[in-house]
T-cell receptor, first 116, second 116 residues
Framework: GAGVSQSPSNKVTEKGKDVELRCDPI?????LYWYRQSLGQGLEFLIYFQGNSAPDKSGLPSDRFSAERTGGSVSTLTIQRTQQEDSAVYLC??????????????FGPGTRLTVT | AQKVTQAQTEISVVEKEDVTLDCVYETRDTTYYLFWYKQPPSGELVFLIRRNSFDEQNEISGRYSWNFQKSTSSFNFTITASQVVDSAVYFCALRAGGTSYGKLTFGQGTILTVHP
């Protein structure tokens, strides 16, 4: 079946502009996660969705970052007034659920964001 | 707080050599889950294995094997008879039980290069 998909695969934006990154999880997966991968910080958790709710937003680095999920499926990560330090690969993952032992997370190919 | 340490930043081997990637973790939870992911040059994180804290049985899958030792908080990964296609970045990750909502804490990753 289809895996997690993300769009765009690459995004170059000017400092100060807003960007939206999209994630389509695996069909039937109720849990969705956003992570960020950068050279200096490694792989960092950003936010978790169960259905359309986000019970854990603890990893969002600032109030310029927000995310939503609609219909228990597609999620959008929005970064407002982008800064150069936002440059990174943004990874989305989904799993059947969150708390159970068999709930492995499956990752998408990522969106490489470059802020110039 | 959770922490995962992969002390080996880079490993270089020649094809057919065996190689072990180390992973040490810290958690106060009594129930937790450990994972290994592979990130090939294409960039997509590929799930390799999950191990539950209550199951210390080692696992073998083809050329891959995993050694989980709670006494030393380690979850090491061995590739036997390495191949060039094994070249990738390997990440060890920890997910706590309870109310962690499933977010993964990653190690910094080990870059494995297998030379022909």
């Amino acid at each position: 079946g289809a895996g997690v998909s993300q769009s765009p695969s690459n995004k170059v934006t000017e400092k100060g502009k807003d960007v939206e990154l999209r994630c389509d999880p695996i069909s039937g997966h109720t849990a969705l996660y956003w992570y960020r991968q950068s050279l200096g910080q490694g792989l960092e958790f950003l936010i978790y969705f169960q259905g359309n709710s986000a019970p854990d937003k603890s990893g969002l680095p600032s109030d310029r970052f927000s995310a939503e999920r609609t219909g228990g499926s597609v999620s959008t990560l929005t970064i407002q007034r982008t800064q150069q330090e936002d440059s990174a690969v943004y990874l989305c993952a989904s799993s059947l659920g969150a708390g159970g032992p068999a709930h492995e997370q499956y990752f998408g190919p990522g969106t490489r964001l470059t802020v110039t | 707080a959770q922490k995962v340490t992969q002390a080996q930043t880079e490993i270089s081997v020649v094809e057919k050599e065996d190689v072990t990637l180390d992973c040490v973790y810290e958690t106060r939870d009594t129930t937790y889950y450990l994972f290994w992911y592979k990130q090939p040059p294409s960039g997509e994180l590929v799930f390799l294995i999950r191990r539950n804290s209550f199951d210390e049985q080692n696992e073998i899958s083809g050329r891959y094997s995993w050694n989980f030792q709670k006494s030393t908080s380690s979850f090491n990964f061995t590739i036997t008879a390495s191949q060039v296609v094994d070249s990738a970045v390997y990440f060890c990750a920890l997910r706590a039980g309870g109310t962690s909502y499933g977010k993964l804490t990653f190690g910094q990753g080990t870059i494995l290069t297998v030379h022909p």
